[in-house]
């Protein structure tokens, strides 16, 4: 693959020509471009957000393990060292009985006064929280925990992570075949158009040929033309998704703040997912013109 | 100089083409390849130029050795072959200067050169004048003279031209046949496959006369054969 730099202005005047020359055909391939690029990101934004609220939730995955109310000073020490000499364990932290019902009450917010009430006679246990160095060991931790003495109970958000991975796993592989199928489509249009390209200059390569045209100097512009194709084809994508995924988070963003949800900043974000579609767009288009100049350019 | 040792060509549907053809030609001749139609004259020009391998034997041009060229290769061994064809292979969209310069251009000539070489081609062939017009707006003896200029351009040692008075009057015929003697008069070889009895009994060159994918005749001064 020589690339000649004298001669890539006549290739991209070349490739700019033949767009011209088949406004149809090039209209037609970059609106397939455009639809599966549209999907792309917005398949992409939920994705990655739902995975981000999804390892959130995972990293607060936290163990409460109570105390059983019997335990006198030692047994709770003996108990904290226990814990501490798991191996999966990351840290445990000591949360009294009046900590916890304060955390109650705040996460009422007004509603939780009520509970003030209980402050004179607090029905709650002590805890200890445990966090795991990996939060799939979560479970099995929990279960270890269970059969030790002096513990009354755990408690952890074992169903809603699974169901929410499932979730993710779920849409993710409906979204990748989907995405799959409009991408072939797309490099399909591409190279169809590409063929309508060498069809018309059938003549002008023949005599390339005859003459002593390298074969990258004919193909350049063929690819080039699908480059082209490919990466207008991520204009309106990138557009969309930059304004909208500005005014997604302008909006949402009152509303969810404090809560378990947030969404990805949109800087870096958004142009990661733009530089994502641009270059899926540009591999579409060379992929496809590479498509129709093996088959119809036997060069 | 062209050289080839024991060359067989068979298609890939059975046909066999040149059953066994070897041949020596010096740089600076002039020769005519002459046989009735499907005895294999089309395939030995191709040969030449590898538009087609041959099945066995060994061909040999200008030092470039044709039967193990890579494909990559091929385009460099074209720049030693202009190829001239009856229906001229002109670019109906292109003036005739552009038709001349695009050899040039599309084998990544220097730009600054491109002007020059091709005045000095359309000076050769006549066509200066004629520099803007299209080859729609020529005679056809006036578009072959593009067409052997362009093969021309990039002073190629060998000229290979197939039939290229068949679509041509004898007036205009005759004219092409000066321009060929011309080239050759510089030291081109000149390769021409033809059917013009006439041409090939009046300009007395070498005759090499093909015949069922063999060389029949290869005679220094020949005639045409018997074919009518």
Known sequence: MVFMNKTLGRHLREAVKSLGRNAWMSIASISAVTVTLLLVGTFLVIMMNLNNIASNIEEDVE??????RTADQNAQNQLESKLKNLEKVENVQFSS???ELEKLIKSFGEKGESFKLFEQDNPLNDVFIVKTKVPEDTPVVAEEIKKMRYVENVQYAEETVKKLFEVVNVSRNIGIVLIIGLVFTAMFLISNTIKITIFARRREIEIMKLVGATNWFIRWPFFLEGLFLGALGAVIPITVLVVSYNSLVNIAVPYIQGSFVELLPFSPFVFQISAILLLIGVLIGIWG???SVRKFLKV | MIEMKDVYKTYSNGVLAINGISIKINQGEFVYIVGP????KSTFIKLMYREEKPTKGSIVINGIQLENLKEKEVPYLRRNIGVVFQDFKLLPKLTVYENVAFALEVIGEN???????VLNVLDLVQLKHKARSFPDELSGGEQQRVSIARSIVNNPPVIIADEPTGNLDPETSWE????LEEINNRGTTV????HNKVIVNTIRKRVITIEDGKIVRDEARGEYGLYE
């Open chain 2, 37 to 40: 139609s499907g005895a294999g």
């Open chain 2, 176 to 179: 092409i046949m000066r321009l």
């Open chain 1, 289 to 291: 013109s590479l498509m």
């Open chain 1, 63 to 68: 163990i409460t393990v109570l105390i059983d």
């Open chain 2, 191 to 194: 390769l021409m496959a033809t």
């Open chain 2, 111 to 117: 730009p600054k050169n491109i002007k020059k070489k």
């Open chain 1, 97 to 99: 009985k009046d900590q």
